[in-house]
């Protein structure tokens, strides 16, 4: 019987595929990757065309007279309103931060309970939350308006930061995560051992758990950072960075693209910071019974 051959990669011994596959899979995810970022190259270049070459046709995918002054002009116009460019820019940071710290601090906290106390109705509470995933927030929007009203929470950042933090799908990865990689034994002993539920959460779970809740922090704080204006939201000092670029497109597409790149910049940012992290620890955590 024929055996397979094994080579040593990274000093673990694994399973040998043909350089053949290896090459065919290379470029494979080489020319998917240039797919994806055609449409972020084509963002770029149209910020940096001058006018004459934007309404060149057919469009070209290089600048011939590269030139800043669409930046230049963002800040401009936006700097000559009523509502400096600084305000949408404070309104943005203020509820990325608060809707994404909220979301982690309270889904993980919720996940914890969930998979780690036992308590009656849980199951229960976990089924209503899996199923929730398949409700569109659409359908939930007259009844939200209701609340909101109720709450007195029109034109304020708090309708904005709120919502974020009843996410289901943070909670259910988090859930899932803490399932499969804290034992139970590993709890009944750390509580034998005299620890409080958030000693135990705090000082074994979170480090354990801490690709899921990298990811949620990534994956969070980039959608809310690229949300659109709220309809809930009519005060100019209350918008967002984004609502700010939609309007500006609307008179200049140079300056519109100059301002979509600077607002895709923070959040590309922010996840190549944490790229290597969320990768490191995927490949190094977790336990097994």
């Excluded at 963002?43 to 065309?49: E, F, H, P, V």
């Excluded at 006018?51 to 963002?74: A, C, H, S, W």
């Excluded at 000092?237 to 693209?257: C, E, R």
Aim: hydrophobic share 50%; with cysteine; glycine share 6%.
């Amino acid at each position: 019987m024929a055996t397979k051959r094994l080579r040593i990669r990274n000093h673990r011994v694994v399973l040998n595929r043909s350089k053949g596959g290896d090459l065919g899979i290379t470029i494979f995810l080489l020319i998917l990757g240039v797919f994806m970022f055609i449409p972020l190259w084509y963002l770029i270049i149209t910020a940096l065309k001058p006018l004459g070459e934007r309404n060149m046709t057919p469009p070209l995918l290089y600048v011939i007279k590269p030139t800043m002054q669409n930046f230049i002009d963002l800040f401009t116009n936006m700097n000559s309103t009523w509502v400096p460019i600084t305000r949408y820019l404070f309104n943005t940071v203020i509820i990325s931060v608060a809707a994404t710290f909220g979301c982690l601090v309270l889904g993980s906290l919720t996940a914890y309970a969930l998979s780690k106390i036992k308590f009656p109705g849980r199951v229960a509470i976990f089924t209503m939350i899996r199923y929730s995933l398949m409700i569109s927030s659409t359908i939930t929007a007259i009844t939200n308006f209701f609340i909101f009203v109720w709450l007195g929470w029109l034109n304020t950042y708090w309708i904005s930061i709120v919502p974020v933090w009843a996410s289901t799908l943070g909670l259910y990865l988090m859930k899932q995560f803490i399932d499969s990689s804290v034992s139970d034994e590993m709890i009944e002993a750390a509580r034998i051992d005299g620890a409080s539920e958030l000693r135990i959460y705090w000082q074994i779970v979170m480090p354990l758990v801490k690709p899921a809740w990298l990811t949620l922090l990534v994956t969070t704080f980039q959608n809310v950072w690229n949300s659109g204006a709220s309809s809930y939201v009519w005060s100019e000092q209350l918008k967002t960075f984004n609502s700010a670029i939609s309007t500006i497109s609307t008179v200049s597409v140079g300056a519109g693209s100059a301002g979509s790149v600077v607002m895709m910049s923070v959040p590309i940012i922010f996840f190549i910071v944490n790229q290597a992290k969320i990768v490191e620890t995927m490949g190094s955590s977790g336990m097994k019974d």
